[in-house]
């Protein structure tokens, strides 16, 4: 159980275009869901926290018109990096929870987004 | 901000010892901690958990130890083998009442590697 589903994998896109990432909990309803960052040989960072039917809360430093989040449903929640640039090229991760707080967050299996 | 930190960045063991991964936090008001360990290219696995009125927690083949007091944790893996190869994350989340509650804060992560 607590499966988490990303996708797509791998995007490999110009720069400018904008990218949309899913993430679903396909076995259970997620109030939660969490975006996270990673860069080749750190630590996972948080980014912005989501909560079904409000807005995401995002994490200091973080630019919410830059990493657009809906979690229109409890099952699915979205991220659209938009105008992408070779700077935003990097390995983006959700993770899902059906409570907050003493839970364990559920993760995907990652995309892994490289900007031309 | 407080975060949390790992004391060996690598550690490399022959198939069939006992492995011990380190982690320290400095936030106090944490109190509930996730071990997860992540294979190359995917998301981090759910390894188990501790609450902090607890001060071990044994799962198969891993334990879970809690130290308070110099707000230590560590995961202990028996009998290592080639498919424990991976990068180990310990992660903490704040108590209720915060506007952290529920956020996941990771640890730099250690590299395990286990020789056949």
């Known amino acids: 159980g607590a499966v988490v589903s990303q996708h797509p994998s791998w995007v490999i896109c110009k720069s400018g275009t904008s990218v949309k990432i899913e993430c679903r909990s396909l076995?259970?309803?997620?109030?939660?869901m969490f975006w996270y960052r990673q860069f080749p040989k750190q630590s996972l960072m948080l980014m912005a926290t989501?909560?079904?039917?409000?807005?995401?809360?995002?994490e200091q430093g973080v630019e919410k018109d830059k990493f657009l989040i809906n979690h229109a449903s409890l099952t699915l929640s979205t991220l659209t990096v938009t105008s992408a640039h070779p700077e935003d090229s990097s390995f983006y991760i959700c993770s899902a929870s059906s409570a907050r707080g003493h839970q364990p967050q559920h993760f995907g299996d990652g995309t892994r987004l490289s900007i031309l | 901000g407080e975060s949390v930190g790992l004391h060996l960045p690598t550690l490399s063991v022959q198939e069939g010892d006992n492995s011990i991964i380190n982690c320290a936090y400095s936030n106090s008001a944490s109190d509930y901690f996730i071990w997860y360990k992540q294979e190359s290219g995917k998301g981090p696995q759910f390894i188990i958990d501790i609450r902090s009125n607890m001060d071990k927690r044994q799962g198969q083949r891993v334990t879970v130890l809690l130290n308070k007091t110099v707000k230590h944790l560590s995961l202990q893996i028996a009998a290592t083998q080639p498919g424990d190869s991976a990068v180990y994350f310990c992660a903490e989340n704040p108590r209720a009442g915060g506007t952290s509650y529920g956020k996941l804060t990771f640890g730099q992560g250690t590299i395990l590697t286990v020789h056949p």
């Open positions: 989501s909560n079904e039917g409000s807005k995401a809360t995002y």
């Open positions: 076995d259970f309803q997620a109030t939660t």
